[in-house]
């Protein structure tokens, strides 16, 4: 029995790193991108390698198994076991330098990240999986990876040239070019027996492999043994941490090439893109991908820019790729192929061959977003990897498709199919509904009948993905004899079943082939009370006395089990890429438990009421700082931000709020409070000693640079002003662009009203009428991002009356602050459930947004005077979030001198007031360090960006004045020149204005 505590104790002094037992830390690790759930016994996160090794040979010592991992990408279920899961992810991230065509990386880099080092030398690592941004070199090694170019390129062990490994028993080794360095007794045993082993059955293991070449299947034997003695390097990549625990690849690189051409080729029917894909085999493209029908179907309503939407005639589409040493040279070899197809298919060039890298981009997108659509469709049915890593040899191709085809509808099961043409690699992914138990029953069977079918026509059952839960089955129907070779090799290796058991070969008899993930209910439950999810198991029916908890917000078109079942567990959520945003939090610690899809697993954990403790569920649900990016990024639309919502508001309506939620839900009264004695606060915010006490009080970091309150709040003025007094039912002759409620909400209220007096100086130039509601308070996003639902529907109830006869009038609702914008228009729906609510959502719209409709329909003045100004703009989050194309940076450019950078790498990690507390402070400005990079460039000046927490910390974070587009356009019209002033003012380094 496993003694957490015993371990705990044993590892003391030996194991630095993080080792977790409880339940839900174990519930994020079940899952990863397969359709399975295993829960581990334990999961550890180790500091480096001399972790691993006394890791593994404790766990050897006590016949512990240990599962080695990495981002968690693959989708066989390779890294699941019921044992000590080693996330390898976290802290081994280090690149070594790059020397002639080598650099050894650690398992954690993701291969988008070594291959941006790489780039600043001209090369690459040639294998491209699709999962690029976000797998690990770790997980390539284990499973052998390779991608769409595998045709020119193979696998990843064609470009390993050694590795640091843990073995069996703790011992590290180092296996490269000279197999006698760095001999250990242990490994020396390894070698000989290895080596007589394949020596005696060099035979049968030639005799018995597949037909097609491009095969990762179980262990890859046929060319291990060399005249030197047997290639353990080779032999353990791919072996998927059943013989070892990589803790380090040297790889080899290739330069990067001089021209890429690309090409997008339509044809009617399937079958004839298979055949123009075998004959482009001729013309030594790197790459061809086939996308069927309905992968198709998802561009149909608007293509990638530069060819528009695939014609429904279209039935199929190869993406080539060509490589070679110029981009002229590329191109001809495209066009040639191109001519060549053209004379012998029927077929629609739907982008001519490009070596343009934006043309290139494009088609690529396009391949990408018909890859990725299906997983956002609507209902139950999504794809499902479980038969997606055939491989058969080209020629067999067509007989493979026609029997597949055939296997589905005997199982009336539809697919979509992706296909490498030039390997014979297929990709087949039925669409299942995991909550049906109809499905589920299906997919056995279905699975026997196509495994069986490729194997008949000397494919593999694994030609990309990993062997895992999904395929072991079928490893020693594929084999034959050798698998008894298999079984020794894990036996040499690995005599005590330790490393991985249940993988390629020896599958425990006492537990079902596939355990099949579970869901967050039967589609019927919610979250209860805890954050706890009620309702039956998957699949199962509900009791007669079986009861599920009302929601918390607002559900209309979805639930929290719906939001929880779409999640596929991908991991595309874990990408870095600063094309994409997702979570920041998890960008700057790499924890598991912070990225978005640890969310639906979370709530997959607490189907069971006791899983979890209180503090536990919160400090999870707390990663989420609701900006909203994952929601929108995500392939498969999951919800993320309202699923912490409800289980935070759950939290709280059964524990109440923490005294830091409480007051960050509360901001408001303290903002009003702060400036009603803004001298006298201001003063103590600048002191060191008052700061310590505010950080202990009210858990807001002491080192923060914060902004200062103003003693004349907006509202104030606004009433002097007389713009809060409505002056008629119509609009007055002078404001000829129609009348708008302006929403102020907290920070330009209190804290900075000249961003106020600049939105409405702003648009009475532009002929607008603005009206400031005197009734309106905060939005209440504070409040919702803490699940204080009361306290936010408060807010939403009083705001919501004073703007909704306004919006009956024809006013709309102008927020300068996009959080605002986003809370009105997406959240206040989520909370109340009325017509009222549901028009002021509708007429909401953020300032510059607003501002760029006057300019589109000829109406925004232009007379602006020049600014010789250099800036960084950088697209708030929630910006994004309300899905239109960012304004600010277009309105800045008409601007005559003033030359604005667009900053969009990432999330600036303020997240409201979350970046504001002490104990997030650290994560905070790592999520904001390349948006702190990109506005410290040279020549940047100035800073701006709508959003009032960004704008406090890229102050905080580069030094620099950062004010709203608003404020530039208003010195620009010559509305507040005092602006000018302001920005030749330094910051001070604790409260600044």
């Known amino acids: 029995m496993l003694d957490p505590k015993q371990i705990t104790d044993d590892l003391r002094g030996a194991f630095r790193g993080a080792l977790a037992f409880d339940a839900l830390t174990r519930g994020l690790y079940a899952t990863d991108a397969s359709p399975f759930h295993v829960a581990p016994l334990a999961v550890a996160v180790p500091e480096d390698a001399d972790d691993v090794a006394a890791l593994v040979r404790y766990c050897a ?206 044809f009617p029917t399937l079958d004839a893109a298979v055949r123009a894909g075998t004959d482009l085999r001729h013309f030594e493209p790197v790459a061809c991908d086939l996308l069927d029908r309905r992968l198709l179907s998802v561009t149909r309503r608007g293509g990638p820019d530069g060819f528009g939407p695939v014609p429904p005639a279209v039935g199929a589409a190869l993406v080539v790729t060509f490589e070679a040493d110029t981009e002229r040279e590329a191109g001809e070899r495209a066009w040639g192929a191109v001519e060549t197809l053209r004379h012998r298919h029927l077929l629609r060039v739907l982008a001519e061959p490009t070596c343009d890298p934006a043309g290139v981009a494009r088609i690529r997108d396009f391949r990408g977003t018909a890859v990725s659509g299906l997983y956002g469709l609507a209902g139950g049915a999504r794809p499902l990897a479980f038969v997606e890593d055939v491989a058969v040899p080209v020629e067999s191709l067509p007989a493979y498709l026609a029997g597949v085809q055939d296997a589905l509808k005997r199982h009336e099961l539809t697919a979509s199919f992706l296909i490498h043409a030039l390997t014979g690699q297929v990709h087949t992914r039925p669409l299942v509904d995991l909550n049906d138990p109809a499905d589920r029953a299906k997919l056995w069977p279905a699975a026997e009948d ?250 807001v970091s002491r080192h923060r640079r914060l902004p200062a309150f103003t003693l004349r709040n907006f509202f104030r003025r606004a009433r002097g002003a007389g713009l809060s007094k409505k002056r008629g039912t119509g609009p007055r002759p002078e404001f000829r662009n129609g009348r708008v409620a302006y929403f102020v909400d907290v920070y330009a209220a209190y804290t900075d009203p000249a961003i106020a007096e600049a939105t409405v100086a702003v648009l009475h130039h532009n002929g607008v009428e603005v009206y400031v509601p005197p009734r309106q308070v905060g939005c209440g996003m504070g409040a919702l991002a803490v699940g204080d639902l009361e306290t936010a529907r408060e807010h939403a109830v009083r705001n919501v009356r004073a703007l909704a006869d306004l919006v009956r009038e024809g006013y709309r609702v102008v927020c300068s602050e996009p959080t605002a914008a986003l809370m009105l228009s997406q959240d206040y729906p989520d909370l109340l459930d009325d017509a009222d609510t549901a028009a002021v959502a509708a007429a909401t719209v953020e300032l510059t947004a607003y501002l760029a409709e006057l300019h589109a ?97 890229l102050q905080d974070g580069t030094g620099k004045r950062t004010l709203h587009p608003v404020e530039y356009l208003a010195l620009a019209y010559g509305l507040m020149p005092e602006i000018e002033a302001r920005l030749r003012r330094p910051l001070t380094e604790l409260v600044t204005e």
């Not at 062997?467 to 089955?473: D, I, K, N, V």
């Not at 929630?878 to 960012?886: C, E, M, N, Q, S």
């Not at 450019?893 to 104990?919: E, F, K, Y």
Request: net charge positive.
């Open 61 to 266: 010592e006590h016949n512990i198994p240990v599962v080695p991992r990495g981002g968690g990408t693959g989708v066989a279920g390779e890294s699941l076991g019921p044992a000590v899961v080693v996330d390898l992810s976290v802290k081994f991230k280090r690149i070594g330098a790059v020397t002639g065509d080598r650099v050894t990386a650690e398992p954690g880099v993701t291969c988008d990240a070594l291959n941006t080092e790489l780039a600043r030398h001209g090369r690459r690592f040639a294998p491209d999986p699709a999962s690029a941004a976000t797998c690990t070199v770790g997980g390539m090694v284990a499973t052998n990876a390779s991608g769409g170019n595998a045709f020119r390129h193979g696998y990843t062990r064609d470009h390993v040239a050694g590795l640091s490994v843990v073995l069996d028993d703790g011992s590290p080794a180092v296996l490269g070019d000279d197999p006698k360095a760095n001999a250990s007794e242990r490994l020396d045993q390894i070698r000989t027996a290895t080596a007589e082993l394949l020596a005696a059955n060099r035979a049968a293991i030639e005799q018995h492999r597949p037909r097609t070449k491009f095969n990762r299947c179980g262990y890859v034997l046929h060319d291990v043994l060399t005249p030197a003695g047997p290639d353990l390097v080779k032999l353990l990549v791919g072996s998927e941490g059943t013989l070892a625990v990589t803790t380090a690849a040297t790889l080899r690189t290739v330069p990067l090439p001089g021209g890429t051409c690309v090409a997008l080729v339509g």
């Open 450 to 699: 196509i495994h069986s079918l490729a194997l008949s026509l000397g494919g593999t059952v694994s030609t990309q993905h990993g062997t895992g839960l999904a395929r072991t089955p079928w490893v020693e129907r594929q084999y034959g004899p050798v698998y008894a070779v298999f079984r020794e090799v894990k036996r040499v290796f690995d005599p005590k079943n330790v490393l991985n058991p249940g993988k390629i070969v020896g599958p425990d008899p006492s537990r079902e082939a596939w355990p099949l993930r579970l869901g967050m209910g039967n589609g019927k439950s919610e979250i209860g009370k805890n954050g706890i999810a009620g309702g039956e198991a998957l699949g199962s029916a509900p009791t007669p006395n079986s009861q599920s908890p009302i929601p918390l917000l607002v559900w209309k078109d979805s639930s929290p089990a719906h939001e929880v079942a779409k999640c596929s567990g991908c991991g595309d959520c874990r990408t870095a890429n600063p094309a994409k945003r997702m979570c920041p939090v998890f960008r700057a610690t790499g924890d598991e438990a912070a990225s978005p899809r640890a969310k639906p697993n979370l709530l997959r954990v607490l189907a069971d009421p006791g899983a979890a403790a209180p503090e536990e569920v919160r400090a999870v649900a707390a990663l989420c700082v609701n900006c909203k990016m994952c929601r929108d990024e995500c392939d498969a639309r999951v919800n993320v931000p309202k699923l912490m919502i409800e289980t935070k508001a759950a939290l709280h309506a059964e524990h109440g709020l923490g005294w830091n939620e409480w007051a960050q839900a509360r901001m408001e009264g303290l903002s009003v409070l702060g400036s009603n004695f803004a001298p006298v606060v201001n003063t103590l915010l600048g002191r060191l000693g008052a700061r310590w006490v505010l950080e202990k009080l009210l858990g």
């Open 857 to 953: 329909a000829g109406r925004l003045r232009t007379d602006f005077r020049p600014l010789d100004l250099t800036l960084g703009h950088h697209v708030p989050c929630h910006v994004k979030a309300l899905r239109g194309t960012p304004a600010g940076p277009g309105l800045l450019s008409l601007i005559p001198g003033l030359r604005v950078r667009t900053i969009d790498v990432g999330c600036s990690g303020m997240a409201g007031q979350w970046g504001l507390m002490a104990a997030n402070r650290e994560a905070s400005l790592a999520a904001g360090a390349p948006v702190f990079a990109e506005l410290n460039r040279p020549g940047l000046i100035f800073g701006s960006t709508e959003c009032s927490s960004c704008r406090i910390q």
